[in-house]
């Protein structure tokens, strides 16, 4: 019995916490640009407004990065017919 297991390359796991501590950085930042009376009046406007953007564009990213997983998965899945139907031809 062949077995396959398709485990989350170690690059895509420091991508995504990466990704993770960006976003609650720009979270942190933006509350504090729009409670701080030190804050300038752009940062208080474009800080937040980048954040949004970001957090709306993250699963747009990691929606391109789960289609690369699944070709992935596809030339795997293919390998193991392959395989399978050269062994049942023995």
Request: proline share 6%.
């Amino acid at each position: 019995m062949l077995v396959a297991t398709y485990s989350p390359a170690p690059k895509t796991q420091r991508f995504m916490s990466a990704l993770s501590l960006g976003m609650a950085l720009l979270v942190a930042a933006s509350a504090w640009a729009m409670l701080s009376p030190e804050a300038s009046r752009s940062i208080t406007y474009l800080l937040p407004i980048i954040t949004v953007l970001v957090i709306l564009g993250a699963p747009l990213l990691i929606l391109a990065m789960a289609s690369n997983r699944a070709a992935e998965e596809a030339i795997i899945g293919k390998a193991l017919r392959v395989a399978l139907a050269v062994e049942e031809e023995r």
